[in-house]
């Protein structure tokens, strides 16, 4: 088991940074791989971005590339999503999640991939 607790969300300009975290309580962080999604009002979860374990491997969606890294520092059982340039299309509730598995860009972008989910964090951006 592990439990998931995003934060960092809140209201932002257009063109502006944030950062959002998620920190990881339970079993050994490092054996999992992590992932972003996001949800917009009346729309599906999104994939975002994801990592793997050590976090020398990142994948990316095309709306985001460039703008958003995702990283992670295992010492302190925590993921990131550092996000630059936000745009109001932006806007969602993003959500960590963590598997067991590892595989490839087409396997971690699945939201049926992963076991764990946090509860996700608001963010607005305003134009």
């Known amino acids: 088991q592990v439990h998931l607790v995003e934060s960092g969300g809140g209201l932002v300009q257009a063109g502006g940074p944030l950062r959002l975290s998620c920190a990881a309580s339970g079993r050994t962080f490092s054996s999992f791989t992590m992932g972003w999604f996001r949800q917009a009002p009346w729309k599906e979860l999104d994939f975002v971005a994801a990592?793997?374990?050590?976090?020398?491997?990142?994948y990316y969606a095309d709306a985001v590339k460039g703008r958003f890294t995702i990283s992670r520092d295992n010492a302190k059982n925590t993921v990131y999503l550092q996000k630059n340039s936000l745009q109001p299309e932006d806007t969602a509730v993003y959500y960590c999640?963590?598997?067991?598995?590892?595989?490839?860009?087409?396997?971690?972008?699945?939201?049926?991939?992963?076991?764990?989910w946090g509860q996700g964090t608001q963010v607005t951006v305003s134009s």
């Open positions: 999640a963590a598997t067991v598995s590892s595989g490839s860009y087409y396997y971690l972008k699945e939201k049926r991939t992963y076991n764990y």
């Open positions: 990592i793997n374990r050590s976090g020398g491997t990142t």
